[in-house]
């Protein structure tokens, strides 16, 4: 029999859901994609059901594996890696999640995370977590369900009910429920995970009052975790690594050295700067957080997060319907100089950091009676590119050196003029490689190292190949006062909806 050819590589997003079939060069052999349903029941409220996440990734799976022309036999090894921060609790015995899934952009611990900071709590759970007390978070949404859900807290303590972000889900479906783990850097995303011993702490289990029991075994990120169980696709397969996605697209970009640095253009933007095995505490409200754990080793990241990027483009397109397409906005955006004054803050689901505010709202200011749909379509790609500007002055603040670079990736790194305004407000070379697909391609790798399919990291980082690189094209001028005008409405964003002790 003829040795395996292919790896596996699953990505479930927060909007679809996908798998790829690499081969041994990390070359995209073949993919499918499938959307699945975004819940709103109330306002600041974003739900998943656990069940669709399951079987659009199962689907993914097998439509991959037929496009590839190959069979569970093929595959040597799975990746996984996923939406972080999302919380699933699920009946050990039936397998039937107890709530709908908590989505990372949820927003309805606010008031929680408000009162535990005014209890003078935030400085000491971001010493052991790296993270701050925010909605974003995993620990206050499993905190919330405990209290909310009848009888689920006795039940949580007796292991009858399990917990687990998207991976650890995936895991369980995936073995029929013989496994139950992480990987630590989905576990550092959890509030729930001390930074320093690499494993869940008592202290911030008792703060969110979270049962020990429910919680999954944290593991390497490279490493068997499980094999696929029988009757699924890909039956038999190993599954040999699993990261958050942000921390498989580091992976997949070949961040490996300290100071190296990608941001991934997706619903949100996320912006991560390898540390190595150092933890840099930021100064300037960043998040520190494993970036993976490889042979019982952690290596750790700063992390600037913003929760709307191209998910503004989907409200142009989708709420608003001035354009058909995400292609079609970007061409718009490119073909005027300037938004002409118009600046969107696209605080739908509060800011992330440095600002780190829930209550704030979007905002669409500078209007005039010249602006028109192309000057829209400008303010939302300049909207993604000045997010992620005050990731990286807060990320240069803390290093004490400039970028050298910008890798990125992600759908919307897919539009040259975004990525020309990037580079524009950066100064230093914004580099899109080859395969945008980072996210699964980090996964892959993961899981290939840990079937001896690459011999270490260097094979990895010479494998990376860059395919066009913007520079800055504006005059500084110009950018300045940009910059300026979007401190300002920013300001004017923040702290809009009222928390409930307000009202
Ligand atoms: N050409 C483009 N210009 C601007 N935005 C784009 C473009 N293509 C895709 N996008 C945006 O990128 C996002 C999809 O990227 P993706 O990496 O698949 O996201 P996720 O993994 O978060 O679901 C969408 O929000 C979409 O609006
Ligand atoms: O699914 P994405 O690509 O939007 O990523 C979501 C992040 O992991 C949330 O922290």
Request: negative net charge; proline residues 4%.
């Amino acid at each position: 029999m003829s040795d395996p050819r292919f790896i596996l590589a699953l990505d479930q997003g927060t909007t679809s859901s996908r798998s790829i079939v690499f081969d041994r060069a990390g070359q995209q052999v073949s993919a499918a994609q499938q959307e699945f349903t975004q819940h709103y029941p109330r306002p600041g409220w974003v739900e998943h059901d656990a069940n669709e996440i399951w079987t659009t990734q199962r689907q993914t799976m097998e439509d991959a594996l037929a496009r590839s022309g190959g069979t569970a036999k093929d595959v040597a090894a799975i990746g996984i890696t996923n939406q972080r921060e999302t919380l699933v609790v699920w009946d050990r015995g039936s397998g039937e999640p107890v709530a709908p899934a908590i989505v990372w952009q949820d927003r309805r611990t606010s008031d929680d995370c408000a009162r535990w900071v005014e209890q003078g709590l935030e400085s000491r759970v971001t010493e052991i977590t790296g993270l701050r007390l925010d909605p974003y978070f995993t620990g206050s949404k499993l905190a919330w369900l405990l209290r909310h859900v009848n009888g689920l807290k006795t039940k949580a303590e007796s292991g009858q009910v399990l917990a687990g972000t998207i991976d650890t889900w995936l895991i369980w479906k995936l073995t029929d429920g013989a496994v139950h783990a992480t990987d630590a850097s989905n576990a550092s995303r959890t509030l729930l995970f001390n930074l320093s011993t690499g494993d869940w702490d008592q202290e911030m289990l008792e703060l969110f009052g979270v049962p020990h029991a429910m919680l999954p075994e944290v593991r390497d990120s490279s490493g068997e975790f499980g094999r696929v169980a029988d009757g699924l696709p890909a039956a038999g397969v190993p599954i040999t690594g699993v990261a958050g996605d942000q921390h498989a697209a580091l992976f997949g970009q070949a961040c490996f050295e300290p100071g190296m640095a990608k941001n991934t253009y997706g619903t949100g933007c996320f912006l991560l700067m390898q540390t190595g095995t150092e933890m840099v505490r930021s100064q300037n409200n960043l998040l520190t957080t494993v970036a993976w754990r490889l042979n019982g080793r952690m290596e750790y990241a700063l992390e600037g997060s913003v929760f709307v990027a191209g998910a503004a483009v989907q409200w142009m397109r989708d709420e608003l319907k001035l354009v058909e397409s995400a292609e079609q906005l970007s061409e718009l955006a490119g073909s005027v100089p300037d938004a002409n004054g118009a600046i969107l803050v696209p605080a739908f689901a509060g800011l992330g950091a440095p600002h780190w505010d829930p209550y704030a709202r979007g905002t669409l200011v500078g209007l005039t009676r010249g602006t028109n749909r192309a000057h829209l379509c400008r303010a939302v790609l300049d909207s993604i590119a000045l997010q992620s500007a005050d990731l990286i002055a807060a990320m240069e603040k803390d290093a004490g050196v400039p970028l050298q670079e910008l890798r990125v990736d992600g759908g919307a790194s897919r539009s040259a003029a975004l990525m020309q305004i990037q580079a524009d407000l950066l100064g230093s070379p914004v580099v899109r490689p080859v395969e945008v697909e980072t996210t699964a391609l980090g996964a892959a790798y993961l899981a290939g190292l840990g079937v001896g399919w690459w011999s270490d990291r260097g094979e990895i980082a010479r494998a990376w190949k860059a395919d066009t690189k913007f520079t800055r094209q504006r005059p500084i001028d110009e950018l300045d006062r940009l910059r300026r005008d979007w401190a300002k409405a920013v300001e004017r964003a923040k702290h809009w909806e009222e928390s409930s002790h307000e009202k």
